[in-house]
């Protein structure tokens, strides 16, 4: 038996995010926009924390040993948004995104976006 480096990292997030948008530019820049709020989500994180290999001589085979650690709670944090869209043609509207985010674990994430939708 030897010991091997873990490998495996897994995080679900689940989040909600009232937000307050603000057209600073409405007049020169018509779908210019700034969106800011608060976050409310539930993380599931799950890490390899150790794993071990068995050699098994008589059938030549290996056996894989990995004990998981489980992190989960609830989240609370900040994102700040910004973007551009318009129409493309009647009820169709095409833009781009970037996002900010941070939370109270530290998770830190940014996006860059393409939008695309359809409006009734």
Known sequence: MFELRSSF????????WPKISYFPFRKIIKGFHIQVGPTVGYSYR????R????NIPSFG?????SVLDY????TI???????????????ITTGIRFDFSNNNDGDI???LGLKFGFKF
């Open 109 to 111: 994430n940014t996006l």
């Open 61 to 65: 085979e290996f056996n894989r040993l």
């Open 46 to 49: 799950s890490s390899e924390s």
């Open 71 to 74: 992190d989960n709670d609830f």
């Open 9 to 16: 990292y897994h995080t679900s997030t689940t989040t909600l």
């Open 51 to 54: 794993v071990s290999i068995d």
């Open 77 to 91: 944090g900040y994102r700040i948004s910004t973007g551009y869209e318009f129409d493309l043609i009647q009820h």
